[in-house]
């Protein structure tokens, strides 16, 4: 059974990076054709992908927060990580990661609210 | 605002035939393949549709697909109370990056 599940802190401040872990089951970041991906969605509103990596260490960004993203595997964890620095309340979101086959997102963690407030 | 844009809200009744649409560019849509996903409410988003017209194993025929130009569609047929949902269409941008409607909020009604 594939699942994937999202980990990290609820509330971070203004300024501060936000660190978030996904951890896999069922399914391994060593075999070809297979990624993670990152999307995330801000209260009532629309879904924004944000960045994923492949299991050859193939990282793609999203143009428009390519400066603050950071997402790396490690794969005897089972784990992949983004990092979102300086962080401001308009990231305020449910944070999903989900699993790529090539150019699919055919399975998503449950997700993690985070708040960005003072 | 989202390069491919989706109508905000859909509705219909139960046993309807319901289309949300998602336009692009010939840079997104034109040449990629689109992808559909339903988000039922409080819950995290599934693929419904692959590759334009795939249905994933566990999506009902009801469910389809298609694609024309830089326009894509997801058509749903019989309607039922369960489809209430938001969807989004997807696509690869130049092969780079990943690319989501602004979503379509479906109302059985």
């Known amino acids: 059974q594939i699942t994937l599940k999202e980990s990290g802190p609820t509330l971070v401040k203004p300024t501060q990076t936000l660190t978030l872990t996904c951890t896999l089951s069922?399914?391994?970041?060593?075999?070809?054709?297979?990624?993670v991906g990152w999307i995330r969605q801000p209260p009532g509103k629309a879904l924004e992908w944000l960045a994923l990596?492949?299991?050859?260490?193939?990282?793609r960004y999203s143009p428009s927060l390519r400066s603050r993203l950071t997402i790396t595997k490690d794969t005897s964890k089972n784990q992949v990580v983004l990092r979102v620095t300086n962080m401001d309340p308009v990231d305020t979101a449910t944070y999903y990661c989900?699993?790529?086959?090539?150019?699919?997102?055919?399975?998503w963690g449950q997700g993690t609210l985070v708040t960005v407030s003072s | 605002q989202s390069v491919l844009t989706q109508p905000p809200s859909a509705s219909g009744t139960p046993g309807q035939r319901v289309t949300i649409s998602c336009s692009g560019s010939?840079?997104?849509?034109?040449?990629?393949?689109v992808y559909w996903y339903q988000q039922l409410p409080g819950t995290a988003p599934k693929l419904l549709i692959s590759?334009?017209?795939e249905r994933p194993s566990g999506v009902p025929d009801r469910f389809s697909g298609s694609k024309s130009g830089t326009s894509a569609s997801l058509a749903i047929t019989g309607l039922r109370s369960e489809d209430e949902a938001d969807y989004y269409c997807?696509?690869?941008?130049?092969?780079?990056?990943?690319?989501f409607g602004g979503g379509t909020k479906l109302t059985v009604l």
């Open positions: 590759k334009n017209d």
């Open positions: 989900a699993k790529l086959d090539l150019d699919t997102f055919d399975y």
């Open positions: 069922g399914f391994s970041l060593t075999t070809p054709t297979v990624g």
């Open positions: 990596i492949y299991w050859d260490d193939d990282e």
């Open positions: 997807a696509v690869w941008a130049d092969s780079l990056y990943v690319v």
């Open positions: 010939s840079s997104t849509i034109g040449r990629n393949y």
